[in-house]
């Protein structure tokens, strides 16, 4: 069976196609839309699927409107588009770097965000509008800090990886530091969104990250190509003409802004950005960053997640932080495992 085809089409334009890794796509969108219309269905008045899609289509009664579109249906796009810019960032950090364990949770972008969020939460008692705003300037500024301490004519993955567990281990005591010097109300706020939590995303939520993912995707989807090319090292990548330091800036910079702008608006949801990549990868068996198909596999992982924890616990009982933490925790473990059990750590 062949796994590659090439279409043609006229002007003598032609495309490379994955049909594995493209059936991989299809499948995992399909699977990312199941899971939501079952998620929109799930709460205290539960909804049949097909309801749901009836009044997602403008067929449902006033009441199954008002909770679909304005109470459910926010919540399910800002996990999905969160998700997707998790799963897309973390393949970008990874591909750059050059190791499965270049990932924002372990580059110290979410313990950025959160160091922003904590100003703005403990020092300025400030809104839900400043705090996310804060959470995007911490991690663009903690991404920036990163980048800068790792530039030696140009940056490297490992050392990028290096700078990035310091500066984790910095912010994480700045942190601490906040935390301890807050009152108890502000500590207990602070840490509700430190979890990561889906619960009152609203349409406030969806807009700035569905404009985001509207800009970033198709940018960083078009210099897939050069992104292929670091993987096989500067030199190559220079004698194959890509301008290296510019497309890893390039990437970088959408890589921090995705994540960031995620951790902004659900706050640090942990490990997805670590595992989506690597099961994309083992679904397509394809080489290379696999961009879209680690996006479509954040997206489903989030919802899933989000509706496991309200099956198991309850709505709003159990945030969707809790539940990725521990599958990651167990992913990360397992790779942790099977890296040296390669020889590759």
Known sequence: MKTHRVLRAPGGLSLRLDVRAATVVVLLLLAAL???????????????????VRTLLGDGNAGQEFIVNELRLPRVLVGLLVGASLGLGGALFQAVTRNPLGSPDVLGLGQGATAGALVMIVLFSGSAAQVTLGALVGGLATGLAIYLLAWKRGVHGYR???????????????NGYLLTVSDIVDAARALVWMTGSLNGRDWDQVWPLLALCAVLVPLVL?????????EMGDDVSNALGVRVERVRALLLVAAVLLVATATAAAGPVGFVSLTAPQLARRLTRSPGPNLLPSLCMGAALLVTADWASQRAFGADQLPVGV???????????????????????
């Not at 933490?325 to 590759?344: F, H, I, K, N, T």
């Open 34 to 52: 199941a899971a939501s219309v079952v998620l929109i269905g799930t709460g205290d008045f539960p909804i049949p699927a097909g309801d749901v």
């Open 222 to 230: 078009a210099n897939g190509r050069g992104l292929r090319m670091l």
């Open 323 to 345: 539940v990725t933490g521990v599958l990651g925790g167990v992913y990360l473990l397992w790779l942790l495992v099977a890296e040296r059990r390669a020889g590759r750590i």
């Open 160 to 174: 990028l990886v290096l700078v990035g567990i310091g500066v984790s281990a910095i912010v994480t005591a700045v």
